[in-house]
């Protein structure tokens, strides 16, 4: 039986787009989508490379599946920006190359990944991915590229559930998950600050609201997360409080202010040395058991 999936949910709703009338936007956000899909295909080819991912069976089936798609995503997006008349791809901005690379330069995030921390970060960047996917569908107007996008979102929908399935049993293989969780959490914001200041500017010139479609989002990420907790049996205090304030941002979008504020604010000193730090010890604790006893 198919593990059911939430849906993105919006407080209030979005006016339509027509890709032709705000033509510049909306070749930068297929472009985003462009080289979203490209490091997803560069990051699910690795997920079986023992260099960056600790050997496990756990993505022996699910990669090549991921793989495969991918690179289908990756030739509609080229079909829908020929179709705008887009003759070659814009390149990635500095930004997108930072969030799409830094996670597997090995100087954040230490390498090779558990296989827990692997499949989050495959739920996380699947599960933003079609909650931004799912809202560009529903607002465009022009029935080629719609129908694109509605083919996409329904492999994405696969990968979802694979990686519910993924994540799922890699939780129940992985007792300390959550002090994991909140450090390579603050990793991957650390990675995704820039980029999300680019994104506001293009949805508004789709005429779309940032922050009522990063607003469902992120609760839609959550759901997304909670329905591989609940499967691996692992709903606790810290997941409650996850709940209700993914749900309050979900329902006051108004509160993105803040996450878009502290987008501004300085980097914290010495965060990335600690997230590195801790991925190490962390590390060095699995390799030496006896060490950590």
């Known amino acids: 039986m198919a593990i059911p999936l939430p849906e993105p949910r919006l407080a209030r709703p979005l006016p339509p787009c027509d890709p032709f009338r705000h033509r510049a ?19 699910f080819e690795l997920l079986t490379d023992p260099r960056y991912v600790e050997k496990s069976d756990l993505f022996d089936k699910a990669a ?9 995503h990756l030739e509609d997006v080229r079909w829908m920006l020929a179709r705008l008349g887009a003759d070659e791809i814009p390149p990635p ?10 996670w597997r ?18 739920l996380f960047s699947e599960g933003f991915g079609y909650a931004f996917l799912h809202h560009l569908h529903a ?12 083919a996409n979102l329904a492999d994405e929908q696969m990968h979802l ?7 799922q049993r890699a939780l129940e293989r992985d007792p300390d998950f959550i002090a994991d969780f909140l450090v ?8 995704a600050r820039q980029p999300l200041r680019e994104i506001r500017a293009v949805l508004n010139e789709l005429g779309l609201d940032f922050e009522v479609v990063v607003a469902s989002s ?7 997360f909670e329905v591989a907790l609940a499967r691996a049996g692992q709903r606790g205090r810290v997941w409650g409080v996850a709940d209700r304030l993914t749900r309050l941002i979900a329902e006051h979008p108004h509160a993105v202010r803040l996450i878009h504020a502290s987008m501004y604010l300085p980097e914290p000193p010495l965060a990335r040395r600690l997230v590195y730090g801790w991925g190490r010890r962390r590390q060095a604790a699995r390799l030496n058991p006896e060490a950590r006893a």
């Open 64 to 72: 090549p599946r991921l793989v495969t798609d991918e690179a289908k």
């Open 93 to 102: 901005t500095a930004a997108e190359r930072e969030l799409w690379e830094g």
């Open 161 to 167: 559930r694979l990686s519910i399935s993924v994540l």
């Open 184 to 191: 390579y959490f603050s990793g991957y914001t650390l990675l």
């Open 139 to 150: 607002v465009t107007l022009d029935p080629p590229i719609k129908a694109r996008l509605a």
């Open 25 to 43: 936007a909306y070749i930068r956000m297929l472009s985003y989508l462009y080289h979203a899909e490209a490091a997803a295909l560069a990051g």
């Open 105 to 122: 330069r090995g100087d954040l995030f230490v390498l090779p990944y558990k296989p827990s921390i692997a499949s989050l970060f495959c």
């Open 218 to 224: 992120v609760r839609f990420v959550y759901e997304l």
